[in-house]
Each structure stands twice: as C-alpha cells, then as structure tokens.
C-alpha cells in the first residue's frame, strides 16, 4: 500500500529552468509534508516542508505546493543548478508523530 | 553541532549471522528513528525511540529490533540475515514535541551487505 507516490522515476532539466518534481499521497490523514534531497552514500537532507494548513512555503529557490482536495503536493526549484542534481524524496507524517512515510523517490538531473 | 553518526558505514555478513548498527543523535535530541532503504523497496520505516521507549515500530519481522540508551544513542539488530537485508540503513534525530513538528536529520548510513 504506497500512501505516498512519486511517480516520475527521473527527471531531466536545463541549468537555469524550472524543476518541478511532483508527489501524490492517499492518507488524508497526513498533515505535514516534507521534502528531502539525497546524494549517493548520503543520508537524506532537509529542503523544506509544508503544514497542510497552508498551500505554498518558499524558502530561496524552492517553493512546495500543496493542493489538499487533490492530495498533491509539488517541489518547484528556480532557477535550476548543476547542484541540485540528485534524489528527490517526499514524505509525509502527522503532528507530534516521528514516523515519514516516503514517496519511491526522483531522480533529478540537471545538463548544463 | 555534530551531526548524526553511525558506525559501522559499511558492513559485510553472510545469511545467518547477527548485525548490530550504531547511532549516536545530534546533542540533546532524544527521538531517535530508523529508516531501511532499499532499491525495491525504497526508505521504509523500522521503528522509533524516545527515552528508552520503543514509541512506534514500522512493518518489519522480529528478526529486526532496537534500543536505546540513556544518553539517547541507539542501536539496532538484525538476527538471522538473510539476503533481502542488504540495504543502507539510515539513522535519524529530531527534537520531539508532540504539539509540532519536528524535522529529522540523517545520518549517512550504514551500507550492510548480506552474502
């Protein structure tokens, strides 16, 4: 049972475009939506997150949408750099729980 | 502030044999989860611990189980290895609060080989 979904395995952009990397969640008992980005031999790291009392959070480049009715959530990076090369998780969880339920993961690539 | 840090970062066991992985928590965070990641399986949740208390345990046989220590480090054991154990076993800390949230940091992992 995948409650969280990234259903593009990779994605390919242009230095300088828009990355938008996409997920989809079916629990609508998560509140509290995460991104992670992760490196090879690498623990995930922290991008940004979102509460689902909101519908956007931007911090510089990114920004996470969130769209309830439509149990979507998107990670737009802008503009895209060489660096951000790497896997995208989301993930989901509630309030004051530890557990994240993860999304399969993006594969993100950025060609100079 | 230190991260979090595992130790072994890699490990080599063939089927049969115990592992024990280590995880030490950035200071002063006293939750303290595990997460297996596996090509197939993707990150999957093992199980959490906040002062010495097992809080939540994901969908894993017994075969896999934890602990946790006063100073907030953990470990955790796989017995009996079999192959579909091979994975990069992450660790990760958060401050807990039960009316927030609360980001978890990872450690690197320990990549574990089951031959």
């Known amino acids: 049972d995948q409650q969280v979904k990234q259903n593009s395995p990779s994605l390919s952009v242009q230095e300088g475009r828009i990355s938008i990397l996409n997920c989809d969640y079916t629990?609508?008992?998560?509140?509290?939506f995460l991104w992670y980005k992760k490196y090879p031999a690498e623990g995930p790291t922290f991008l940004i997150s979102i509460s689902s009392i909101k519908d956007k959070n931007e911090d510089g480049r990114f920004t996470v949408f969130l769209n309830k009715s439509a149990k979507h959530l998107s990670l737009h990076i802008v503009p895209s750099q060489p660096g951000d090369s790497a896997v995208y998780f989301c993930a989901a969880t509630r309030k004051g729980a530890q557990k994240l339920v993860f999304g399969q993961g993006t594969r993100l690539t950025i060609n100079p | 502030k230190a991260g979090v840090t595992q130790t072994p970062r890699y490990l080599i066991k063939t089927r049969g044999q115990q592992v024990t992985l280590s995880c030490s928590p950035i200071s002063g965070h006293r939750s303290v989860s595990w997460y297996q990641q596996t090509p197939g399986q993707g990150l999957q949740f093992l199980f959490e611990?906040?002062?010495?208390?097992?809080?939540n345990k994901g969908n894993f046989p017994g075969r896999f189980s934890g602990r946790q220590f006063s100073n907030s480090r953990s470990e955790m054991n796989v017995s009996t290895l079999e192959l579909g154990d091979s994975a990069l076993y992450l660790c990760?800390?958060?401050?807990?609060?039960?009316?927030?949230?609360?980001?978890?940091?990872f450690g690197p992992g320990t990549r574990l080989t089951v031959l």
């Open positions: 629990n609508s008992m998560f509140d509290y």
């Open positions: 990760a800390s958060s401050l807990l609060t039960v009316s927030s949230y609360n980001e978890q940091f």
């Open positions: 611990y906040f002062s010495e208390t097992q809080r």
